[in-house]
Nanobody, 124 residues
């Protein structure tokens, strides 16, 4: 069992930045993904990285603005979000997948452990 806890969300103006953190209380040297869910919408993939952080994948909306990274010594994965837009407003959650990094891992069904999420609100 792995527990994941997100932090770093908040209210920011459009064009601003936030850095989200995902801390695990156990071994999280696996694929970690970030997902988000806006009110009335399904949860969607944002970004993920392999166990070392050397391999990454981003959604089209995140590419060029968000950066995922990790510090395994701190059991922490980060999501740096720049140039935020009102449409980025959502609850952001991190999740752990024990599936090997071999192709896109963008489906929520491929992730075994989830955090509770942190709210990101971007005002216009």
């Amino acid at each position: 069992q792995v527990h994941l806890v997100e932090s770093g969300g908040g209210l920011v103006q459009a064009g601003g930045s936030l850095r989200l953190s995902c801390v695990g209380d156990g071994d999280i040297v696996y694929v970690i993904g970030w997902f988000r869910q806006a009110p009335g919408k399904e949860r969607e993939f944002v970004a993920n990285c392999n166990w070392s952080g050397a391999e990454t994948d981003y959604s089209d909306s995140a590419k060029g603005r968000f950066t995922i990274s990790r510090d395994n010594a701190k059991n922490t994965v980060y999501l740096q979000m720049n140039s935020l837009k009102p449409e980025d407003t959502a609850v952001y959650s991190c999740a752990l997948s024990t599936t090997a990094w071999d192709g896109p891992l963008r489906s929520t069904h491929e992730y075994k452990y989830w955090g509770q999420g942190t709210q990101v609100t971007v005002s216009s």
